[in-house]
């Protein structure tokens, strides 16, 4: 059987992504990027057309809503998933 990739095994970890096959979850994985995001940085804007969604890995990011702070989210947390529907 093959060993499972590092982002593979996040994946799977997340519920959103729990049920999902190997296979589906090699398709996915082929479309993510790691990207390194500086501490203090906004890299999603409420109300901005979003086309991409983020699984933070380490690290830990706060959500802001109608700037009220709303959660504080960590690793296997996904955010901006909404736009990729």
């Given amino acids: 059987m093959a060993k499972q990739t590092p ?5 799977s970890s997340i519920p959103m992504f729990s049920g999902l096959s190997k296979k ?19 890299f999603i ?6 086309r991409e969604a983020f699984i933070i890995v380490s ?3 706060s959500v802001w809503k109608d700037d009220k702070l709303v959660a504080s989210v960590g690793p296997g947390s996904v955010i901006g998933e909404m736009a990729l529907l």
């Fill in 24 to 42: 589906e979850l090699a398709s996915i994985q082929r479309m993510m990027s790691k990207i390194p995001i500086d501490a203090g940085s906004e």
């Fill in 59 to 61: 690290g830990n990011a």
């Fill in 7 to 11: 982002r593979a095994s996040i994946l």
């Fill in 45 to 50: 804007k409420q109300g901005t057309v979003g």
